[in-house]
């Protein structure tokens, strides 16, 4: 089963615009991690935030971890066409390895 | 590219057949994992092994099954094929399995049960 929710399901932005996506989990985590899907393909990893920290940049990705909410959020600076594509938040918790997943945001970039 | 690869790439079948996918991991890595992607169900985790040994199971039918190989490839054998398997099948690896490592994915089988 799924982990948690993301929000929105679906958005649609202007080039240039920043795109915030949310992802809300259910249960304590060790750490939580963002990826792109695009279309009917493999997943890519963007970042990863481990449960002690509350941000992480990396290049025009921002993510913010709030546990005692538990939720997260995902800000793409500056978004492009090339940005279009599905993101998923993925967890780990307690003594599992595996990764549970969000029901994932899908992002389109309007050139 | 993630370094991981995984074949067939498309894969059609009927039902009640038995298909197997196949994925190499990173070059390096000792753990791989199995995900199904659908549409209903969305990304889930079916099994992880380690090193040639399973270490976590989960949302994974009694159909099907998985190993690990001493070169640490890995198969996923899909039985007894229901309309309903049909789906995405992701491989990843990892480093060491630990809850900190970055997941690698493949590009994914796509699973057609006709």
């Known amino acids: ?111 | 590219d993630s370094g991981v690869t995984q074949t067939p790439k498309h894969l059609i079948t009927a039902t009640g057949q038995r298909v197997t996918l196949r994925c190499s991991p990173r070059s390096g890595d000792l753990s791989v994992y199995w995900y199904q992607q659908s549409l209903d169900q969305g990304l889930q985790f079916l099994i992880q092994y380690y090193n040639g040994e399973e270490r976590a199971k989960g949302n994974i039918l009694e159909r099907f099954s998985a190993q690990q190989f001493p070169d640490l490839h890995s198969e996923l054998n899909l039985s007894s094929l229901e309309l309903g398997d049909s789906a995405l099948y992701f491989c990843a690896s990892s480093d060491l399995g630990h809850s900190t490592d970055t997941q690698y994915f493949g590009p994914g089988t796509r699973l057609t049960v006709l």
Not at chain 1, 35 to 49: D, E, K, P
């Open chain 1, 1 to 111: 089963s799924q982990q948690g929710e993301e929000d929105p399901q679906a958005l649609s932005i202007q080039e240039g615009e920043n795109a915030t996506m949310n992802c809300s989990y259910k249960t304590s985590i060790n750490n939580l991690q963002w990826y792109r899907q695009n279309s009917g393909r493999g997943l890519v990893h963007l970042i990863l935030i481990r449960s002690n920290e509350r941000e992480k940049h990396s290049g025009r990705l921002r993510v913010t971890l709030d546990t005692s909410k538990k939720s997260s959020s995902l800000l793409i600076t500056a978004s492009r066409a090339a940005d279009t594509a599905s993101y998923f938040c993925a967890s780990i918790s307690g003594s599992a390895r595996q990764l549970t997943f969000g029901s994932g945001t899908q992002l389109t970039v309007l050139p």
